[in-house]
Every structure is written in structure tokens, then in C-alpha cells.
């Protein structure tokens, strides 16, 4: 589904710009290391819309959190920001050390139509993760227009993020509305059949995201060491794999609800175990019920790899969320590899409408080189997260059309 029939209005939906002021909420909260950014990746996000309401004529004022201050604290500052958007973005990016009140009210009214200034930490005030009335109204003082281009936090009811989309006509930006168009096209109402590739630590904190995938995808690959808790369920012993034994009668509802869904469910039946969590720590590759008592399970095997390849080969959509093995170690990094290559061949030779997230997600597919090549990488974490639990995102529910 093309987003714009979702129920939103997108930048092309706005009115002219020229001389108006429009406040974007971005997301400004990129790594930092001794005042230099080490990951520009959010920023280059940010550019679309920025670069199109400013060659619009608009005063662009750039909204963000930036890390998690206490109160008084102004060290993080979005200062230190400012100069490196405009790196990226090729052109002249302002600061005003405050995003409400009279000094940024003045710094506003100083704006040249066309410009770009970024405010400061919106987490320097209480009332943004409050989402208190009277800060969202200051804020709202400072513009005409509000736009969120920063999905990555839309599962926050904050002031910038939630409260903002209702007292000011409002947008979604260019990277919020691919974002949206590509979670419509995965699980939305995605062409089908739908494989699901969920990976990681725990089944504790991905249930609901299972719980909700079973129910809407033909098949569903699970790996990394949440796979150990549903060998568990069935019987095999893991040795001293990670799992969560107190989640075996979850896993086996999770299994029931798939087979009533006709949700085929895959688990590696061939594995890789070490003795020890170490980069090439000597390991062996073993059927699941060859695990001995004093080995964990690091990996899942080439045989598990083909059998989740052919799997996918039969889909037209993949939605993947987690690695499939302890990725950041080699050579436990092979399966998750080499199953993403799979899926990236297959979106290349146009079999399959691939879209994938979660921040050790996006690690593991720019380890294995494919990032790019999925037809969409959502660089959010707790939003993509909660978006495959099926819950409603508040700054992105708070951007429908009336």
C-alpha cells in the first residue's frame, strides 16, 4: 500500500512555505566521542525534509531529545550538533541554546526565510517527557507548522513527539513517510506469504512481537538464543546455552497459536556450540540433540541456514528483526551472515520486498554487507520493536487525518 493512502498528510500536502516557520521534529541523538559525531547516520536521515522545506523558504527549526540529562544538567547539549548537520547537509545550520522562551522566540524572528536552526535539547524541560500542556504550547509559539520526521521515537507521548501533532497542523516528513510505507508494505498488508526472521536473546522481551507475528506471517524463522528456550519447550537439552526454561509453556502457546494460525514455525535443527563466549573460541557443529552438557549454544549451522533459505525463497515479503547467532564473535557470525545474504539476493533479484530493524538488526546486516540491499532498513529500535507488536505508536497515531 502506497502511503498516500494511509490516513496522513506528507510534505506535498503542505501549503506555501514561503516566510512560514516549521518545526521538525528529528532525531538529533547520534553517538558522540570527544565532541565529534561517530555515526552521522540519523542526520543524513533528517536531510529530506530539511533540505525541502528550506528550498521551500521556510524558517526550519530542527526539534530533538539528546541522551537522557538529569535534571540541571546542560552537558548534553545539542550544540555540538549543529555544525555536524551541517557537514552533512552541505549548507549553513544555526543553534539557539534553548528551544522555548524568549531566546529562542528572538532567534526566530531573526531568521532569514530558507534557513536552518537547530534548538536546544528539548530534554533540558521537564514538560517534553511530561508532555506537559504549557511546554507544548511554548513550543508551539515558536512555529506555524509541525512536522514529524523522527519515527524512531514516535512510540514516545512527548511534548515534541505527541503533543505538538495536536496544536499545530501537522506532517509526517520524507523519512517518517517511508518508514510508514515500508512497515505498511511489510506487515500492513503486505503481499503474501510473509516470512518472519526474529532473532536475539530473550523470548521475555520480544513475546508480544511473536505473539503478534504468528497470527499474521506463513512462516516465522527463529534464531539466536531465544531458539534455545523453545528447544527447550520440546524436550532438547541446550547445555549451557542461554534460555529461559521459565518461558517453556509461553513457548509451547506460541507454537499452538501457530499451527491454529497455519503459521509454519522454524527452529535450527543444526547448530554451532563452543564452550566458551569468546571470538574464535574452538567450537563444533552438531545436531540440536548433540549439545553436551558443559557446551551453548553460538550459532545455527549451515543445514539450518539452507532450511531457513528455502523457506524464504517461497515468500514474497520478509520482515526480520534480531541476529541469529552471537553475530558480533567469529565465527558465529556465519549464520546470521550468510541468511541475510540469502534475503538480500532474493530483494535484488526482485523476489522479495525485504524490510528489517532493530539496533542490533542493522549491525548485524552492515556486518554481513547487505544493508542497502534490503528494500528498507528502519534504523529504530523501541518503535520498530513495538510496531511489530501491533501496539499505536502515539506520535504516529497523533499525525492522522481527522
Known amino acids: 500500500m502506497a502511503f498516500r ?29 570527544d565532541g565529534r559525531v561517530t555515526d552521522a547516520t ?31 544538567d546542560r552537558s548534553l547539549s545539542l550544540a555540538a550538533i549543529a555544525p555536524a548537520l551541517s ?40 514538560g517534553e517527557e511530561g508532555n506537559a500542556p504549557d511546554f507544548v504550547a511554548a513550543l508551539a509559539r515558536l512555529g506555524d507548522f509541525y512536522v514529524n520526521d523522527a519515527f524512531s521515537v514516535s512510540h514516545r507521548a512527548h511534548a515534541s513527539t505527541e503533543g505538538l501533532a495536536h496544536v499545530l ?8 513517510q ?8 511489510a506487515l500492513g498488508k503486505p503481499v503474501k506469504p510473509v516470512a518472519a526472521v526474529v532473532g536475539g536473546a530473550k523470548v521475555s522481551s520480544k513475546l508480544d512481537v511473536l505473539l503478534h ?30 534460555a529461559e526454561p521459565g518461558l517453556a509453556d509461553v513457548a509451547l502457546d506460541i507454537l499452538a497459536r501457530a499451527e491454529k494460525a497455519g503459521c509454519t514455525v522454524h527452529l535450527p535443527y543444526e547448530v554451532v556450540v563452543a564452550k566458551e563466549f569468546a571470538t574464535h573460541a574452538p567450537h563444533r557443529l552438531v545436531n540440536v540433540f548433540e549439545v553436551a552438557d558443559d557446551e551453548m549454544i553460538l550459532d545455527i549451522g549451515p543445514a539450518a541456514v539452507e532450511a531457513f533459505a528455502d523457506a524464504l525463497k517461497t515468500c ?5 528483526n534480531g541476529p541469529m547467532g552471537a553475530f558480533e564473535m567469529a565465527p558465529f557470525d556465519a549464520g546470521t551472515v550468510a541468511l541475510a545474504r540469502v534475503a538480500a539476493g532474493l ?24 544493508a542497502d540491499d534490503f528494500t528498507f532498513v528502519s534504523t529504530a529500535g523501541g518503535a520498530f520493536l513495538e510496531w511489530m507488536e501491533g501496539r499505536v505508536l502515539p506520535g504516529v497515531a497523533a499525525l492522522e487525518r481527522d
Not at 102 to 126: C, D, K, Q, T, Y
Not at 169 to 176: T, V
Not at 178 to 185: G, I, N, Q, T
Request: proline content about 6%.
Open 42 to 72: 540519523r542526520l543524513s536521515a533528517a536531510v529530506p525534509t530539511l533540505a525541502t522545506l528550506a528550498d521551500r523558504g521556510a524558517k526550519v527549526l530542527v526539534l530533538s531529545h539528546f541522551g537522557r540529562p538529569k535534571p540541571g
Open 5 to 33: 493512502s494511509l490516513p496522513f498528510c506528507s510534505l506535498d500536502d503542505m501549503p506555501d512555505l514561503a516566510g512560514k516557520t516549521v518545526i521538525v521534529r528529528a532525531d538529533l541523538n547520534v553517538p558522540i566521542d
Open 213 to 242: 507475528l504468528v497470527a499474521r506471517v506463513e512462516h516465522l524463522m527463529i534464531g539466536g538464543a531465544m531458539a534455545n528456550t523453545f528447544l527447550v519447550a520440546k524436550g532438547v537439552s541446550v547445555g549451557k546455552s542461554l
Open 178 to 185: 517511508a518508514e510508514l510505507d515500508a512497515l505498511e508494505k
Open 87 to 126: 557537514d552533512v547537509m552541505g549548507r549553513p545550520v544555526g543553534f539557539v541554546g534553548e528551544c522555548i522562551g524568549p531566546e529562542a522566540e528572538a532567534a526566530v524572528a531573526a531568521m532569514a526565510p530558507g534557513s536552518i536552526l537547530v534548538l536546544e535539547n528539548a530534554r533540558f524541560h521537564a
Open 316 to 320: 514474497a515479503t520478509c520482515v526480520w
Open 347 to 370: 530483494t535484488a533479484s526482485g523476489q522479495l520486498l525485504s524490510v528489517a530493524g532493530g539496533g542490533d538488526t542493522v549491525a548485524a546486516l552492515n556486518h554481513a554487507g547487505v
Open 169 to 176: 497542523p501537522a506532517f509526517a516528513g520524507r523519512s517518517m
